[in-house]
T-cell receptor, first 110, second 112 residues
Framework: DAGITQSPRHKVTETGTPVTLRCHQT?????MYWYRQDPGHGLRLIHY???????DKGEVSDGYSVSRSKTEDFLLTLESATSSQTSVYFC?????????FGPGTRLTVT | QQQVKQSPQSLIVQKGGISIINCAYE??????FPWYQQFPGKGPALLIA?????SEKKEGRFTISFNKSAKQFSLHIMDSQPGDSATYFC???????????FGKGTKLTVNP
């Protein structure tokens, strides 16, 4: 998985609780991405980062925030989880069309 | 607005057959068209990519065909094998943008 780890790999949480997912890379890539994957929707970009402290929104950013204080770490936070955020979350590194994905985090919001 | 439309949603092929997955796009500014392969429980992985200045690109049993005038591109898997069973995503990006737009995916099952 191109030197990308995600933690946790699985999480079950309750509606209304905050959740933070972590992506860690060892490739020193400038660009990092967070996607969610849902049946019938494919992969949708949530947020991405183009450097430390530099982030931008994707197509489904509502309800999510991100932070990048170090090159190697990109955090995705759900401030108050909802059932609609039950999904598999993938982190990716790379640039443009050539992206390398992590193993994913399966999040269930009950 | 779905920028990249992919079909079919699922596909079942016999071993040795040809698997064909199609994608269409609207934005003529797109200039890279990759395909990603995803096995169950894994993240997607780049399989093959094409630029619109060529009509076809082959890598082993995998071929991308590109029709610029029709704004369509397709993935052909020749001599399909059970190990090819996976979900395939087409995608598109444009120079100067660091973002990818994905199709919704095709689940391919190759029966032995």
């Amino acid at each position: 998985d191109a030197g990308i780890t995600q933690s946790p790999r699985h999480k079950v949480t309750e509606t209304g609780t905050p959740v933070t997912l972590r992506c860690h890379q060892t490739e020193n890539h400038r660009y990092m991405y967070w996607y969610r994957q849902d049946p019938g929707h494919g992969l949708r970009l949530i947020h991405y980062s183009y450097g430390v402290k530099d982030t931008d929104k994707g197509e489904v950013s509502d309800g999510y925030s991100v932070s990048r204080s170090k090159t190697e770490d990109f955090l995705l936070t759900l401030e108050s989880a909802t059932s609609s955020q039950t999904s598999v979350y993938f982190c990716a590194i790379g640039q443009g069309y050539e992206q390398y994905f992590g193993p994913g985090t399966r999040l269930t919001v009950t | 607005q779905q920028q990249v439309k992919q079909s079919p949603q699922s596909l079942i092929v016999q071993k040795g057959g040809i698997s064909i997955i199609n994608c269409a796009y609207e934005n003529t500014a797109f200039d890279y068209f990759p395909w990603y392969q995803q096995f169950p429980g894994k993240g997607p992985a780049l399989l093959i990519a094409i630029r619109p200045d060529v009509s076809e690109k082959k890598e082993g049993r995998f071929t991308i065909s590109f029709n610029k005038s029709a704004k369509q591109f397709s993935l052909h898997i020749m001599d399909s094998q059970p190990g090819d069973s996976a979900t395939y995503f087409c995608a598109a990006s444009k120079s100067g943008s660091e973002k990818l737009v994905f199709g919704k995916g095709t689940k391919l099952t190759v029966n032995p």
